[in-house]
């Protein structure tokens, strides 16, 4: 069962984006919008 799933989600991975949608990509996600802390205070994890 295992292979069979590995073999199904291996195959979603094998895509090509057009120029297209890359600019789109670049435009809802710009470089480094994601950048910083995932939360504003990780004082109280793994105390």
Same mark, same amino acid.
């Given at each position: 069962?295992?292979?069979?799933?590995?073999?199904?989600?291996?195959?979603?991975?094998?895509?090509?984006?057009?120029?297209? %949608?890359?600019?789109?990509?670049? %435009?809802?996600?710009?470089?480094?919008?994601?950048?910083?802390?995932?939360?504003?205070?990780?004082?109280?994890?793994?105390?």
């Amino acid at each position: 069962m295992h292979v069979v799933r590995l073999c199904l989600d291996y195959s979603q991975v094998n895509i090509t984006l057009t120029p297209a %949608e890359l600019a789109r990509i670049d %435009e809802v996600s710009p470089l480094g919008v994601a950048a910083g802390d995932r939360y504003a205070d990780m004082s109280s994890v793994n105390r």
